[in-house]
């Protein structure tokens, strides 16, 4: 993704503006209607993707740069 690319992507997770994501705002992104297996999947996603980078509690853009390498998928 160019950066602009992940501005937007970014942009649609931050529904707060304050150029991070918590874990609310991550699962609003990701849901519909989840049964409570899905919830704690998605859960787990979030703390792996978080334990990736600074493992705060909340995402923010240098977190899914570590693990997002558009090179490895060039059709997204």
Do not use: C, W
Request: aromatic share 10%.
């Amino acid at each position: 993704l160019s950066p602009e690319e992940l501005e937007l992507v970014f942009a649609h997770f931050d529904t707060s503006g304050d150029g991070r994501v918590d874990y609310n705002e991550f699962l609003r992104s990701v849901r519909g209607q989840m049964s409570p297996f899905r919830r704690n999947l998605v859960m787990q996603v979030f703390h792996a993707i978080d334990s990736m980078g600074d493992g705060n509690g909340v995402l923010d853009a240098s977190d899914l740069k570590n693990i997002f390498d558009a090179s490895k998928a060039p059709d997204v």
